[in-house]
């Protein structure tokens, strides 16, 4: 782990690269999400005090041991593959939980929905659809095909819900990410079109530490950033 004052450089280095390519592009810059999985409550204090205020959280039960015990103006989302037997478990644990990039099937967002509903959520719960651009078995979210289909249900059937936008991890070990940022954008593309959005009202979720900088200039409004601003992590317990 990096030393305390690390972690407020290495965010600092962050915020600058996505504050230069966003001038060089001129868009506004996307919401940098600082992933803190798997390290200590007082790490992500130091990016907290920092400003930072969007944290990503892969497991279910660490976020909601670690939420508690952090300030309430976090905006937590949840970007990990969510069991829907554990949805409820989430929204009780962290009342301040903005929004669940990992959507993959309508079975997920009915359980959230469900979730919002028996804890009395006041406001409605953003949610992401994850596609699997890279159609690798292994990974979670769905397929190309059925993005229509998830966000139909979660605009029909989960009342709780908010759809926000779409996300997607790309395939381990490419070092060419392309393809699937460009999957995901004509995803929103034909998503927008289907339900008469305007396209740049929905959230595209891709690009991490190694590559936020690519997503960014394929149209990335949402990076999720790690091991660049909290250093490199510790190996999860089994």
């Known amino acids: 782990q990096k030393s305390m004052s690390s972690i407020a450089l290495g965010l600092a280095q962050v915020r600058n690269r996505i504050q230069i390519i966003s001038s060089e592009l001129k868009i506004s810059p996307p919401t940098l999400v600082a992933v803190s999985k ?81 804890i009395g959520r006041k406001e409605p719960l953003n949610v992401l659809v994850q596609v699997n651009t890279s159609a690798e078995e292994a990974k979670s979210g769905c397929e190309e095909s059925e993005v229509i289909e998830v966000v139909e249900h979660v605009m029909k059937s989960c009342q709780r819900l908010r759809f926000a936008g779409l996300m997607t991890i790309g395939k381990m070990g490419d070092p060419n990410p392309e393809p699937y940022f460009r999957a995901l954008a004509s995803c929103r593309e034909r998503t927008a079109k289907h339900f008469s959005f305007r396209e740049q009202d929905l959230i595209l979720s891709m690009g991490m530490s190694g ?23 510790p190996p999860k317990e089994a």
């Open 38 to 118: 798997l390290m200590p409550v007082s790490c992500i204090l130091e990016a907290y005090n920092e400003g930072q205020r969007h944290m990503g959280e892969n497991y279910v039960q660490e976020i909601c041991e670690k939420a508690p015990q952090l300030p309430q103006d976090i905006k937590w989302h949840f970007i990990g593959h969510l069991q829907s037997n554990k949805a409820k478990n989430l929204l009780k644990a962290v009342p301040n939980l903005y929004m669940v990039e990992s959507v993959d099937s309508s079975k997920c967002a009915s359980a959230l929905d469900k979730a919002c509903d028996a």
């Open 211 to 233: 590559d936020f900088e690519i997503a960014m200039r394929m149209g990335s409004t949402n990076v999720r950033v790690g091991s660049t601003i909290f250093g490199s992590r």
